[in-house]
């Protein structure tokens, strides 16, 4: 194993995550477009994108946080039907001195892992609770680029409605 990636190890094994925590949020609905976007044959773009970020840097400890945004629209260039965005700041403790380089490349890549789930989480309820289809946040969500899907229309679930 090279050196770089000995050391990156050796401060994987080290951490020790202390806290993972809300740091904001906001929703937005317009109930009419959506359900004009979930009629349509072609359904709705669901735009998914993240980003995280080093705040915080100390001798044996740092924070870093976890940005996403969710949209729900016709087209990229279109208004949101629906709009969530959420941030989660997470502090960890490492072994003294922790290092900048490793912290970084934790942040940018590895980071996300524990940060996605509590997005997916917190984005499927409170859509859920505007009385909407949930929003489901796809696992390959977290590579710090937009994510597009094409949301066909559901398809019935009930024999009642076949």
Known sequence: MPEDNSKYEQFLGGLRLISIGLKSCSASLDRQALFKLLDDKNGP???????????????NFFEASGAFVVRVQESPESRPAVLVECEFEAHLHGPEPISK????????????????PYARQFVSATTAQ???????????VG????????TKRPRKTHAKDR
């Not at 773009?45 to 001798?59: C, N, P, Q, V």
């Open 45 to 59: 773009m669901r735009i998914f994108r993240d980003s995280y970020k080093t705040t915080h840097l100390g001798t």
């Open 101 to 116: 380089e490793s912290v970084e490349r934790f942040v940018d890549s590895d980071f996300r892992l524990l940060l996605v």
């Open 143 to 150: 590579s710090s680029k937009e994510s597009i899907v094409r």
């Open 130 to 140: 505007m009385s909407i289809p949930p929003l489901m946040i796809p696992l390959s």
